[in-house]
């Protein structure tokens, strides 16, 4: 019975020795935190901000709340990184340290690739997602997509609408080195859910009907009619090209009233 209570009494000493210096080691690890986290040999002398280009560094190094001076073990990386991509231009980021008293943030900003007009207007990346509603400050000189509904938003994981990825491959078209219809003329892309796309681009041709589908064969099409065009003068002026049917390609002047014709009587 006596050696029972000492193994039990010795049992309890371990216990509480144990306890003590977990308590003891966590005490010093603290001490230790505190001190590297307020000691000013840490002391944050220079922000480098790498990506930025419609932001300036000053607007990244707000967003990430960081400043000059604050200790750089103290900086949680994880949560700075996060105030970055809460940012509606900035699409990656990246915060490190780099001892003593560096801290560098790398951003890569979103690249603005068209304007979804669904009676409030979005500005959309090259995938097609919405990435922020439109304001005063924003480019205009973004091509205008008009036709769609909130139901062929890209979302993340799904396919696209037939009427969204449509618009897509002609804004993809655009990007390529001699596209006969670069994305910086393209004005605006209206969507007709049962005809498909019509592109409004050039000042002396209203319009350009090329529906769903084939577009790589229509923009080669619509390079030869361009060019047969532009060696007819009676042909500088045009309503519209319909490119719905390669085989049968409708072009349509624009009708010049005669004064008389034009001629109302009051």
């Not at 049992?11 to 000013?40: E, R």
């Not at 001892?99 to 500005?123: C, M, T, Y």
């Not at 009676?234 to 349509?252: A, G, Y």
Request: aromatic letters at 8%.
């Amino acid at each position: 019975m006596r050696a029972k209570i000492i193994r039990r009494f010795t049992f309890c000493l371990k216990a509480v020795a144990v306890i003590a210096t977990l308590h003891l080691v966590s005490f010093f690890f603290i001490l230790c935190h505190d001190f590297l986290t307020q000691c000013d040999y840490f002391r944050t002398e220079s922000l480098v901000v790498t990506g930025a280009d419609r932001l300036s560094e000053e607007q990244v190094i707000k967003q990430a709340e960081l400043n000059k001076g604050i200790n750089i073990l103290s900086v949680n990386l994880s949560i700075a990184r996060k105030r970055l991509l809460a940012h509606s231009w900035i699409a990656e980021a990246e915060v490190s340290r780099e001892l003593p008293s560096s801290i560098n943030i790398r951003i890569k900003e979103q690249k603005p690739f068209a304007v979804l007009d669904l009676g409030r207007k979005f500005i959309i990346n090259a995938n097609g997602e919405i990435f922020k509603e439109m304001d005063a400050s924003d480019p205009v000189n973004l091509p205008i997509i008009s036709g769609l509904e909130f139901a062929d938003i890209n979302v993340h994981g799904k396919p696209r609408s037939i009427p969204y990825n449509a618009v897509m491959n002609i804004l993809e078209l655009g990007q390529k080195p001699e596209s006969v219809i670069p994305n910086k003329l393209i004005k605006r892309i209206h969507v007709d859910r049962e005809i498909g796309l019509t592109v409004y681009a050039f000042d002396r041709i209203k319009a350009i009907k090329i529906g769903y589908d084939n577009y790589t064969a229509k923009y080669a099409k619509l390079k030869n009619v361009l060019l047969f065009l532009k060696k007819r003068d009676d042909f500088s002026h045009l309503e519209s090209i319909d490119l719905n049917n390669l085989n049968r390609i409708v072009i349509n002047p624009i009708r010049i009233e005669s004064p008389a014709e034009n001629h109302k009587e009051v």
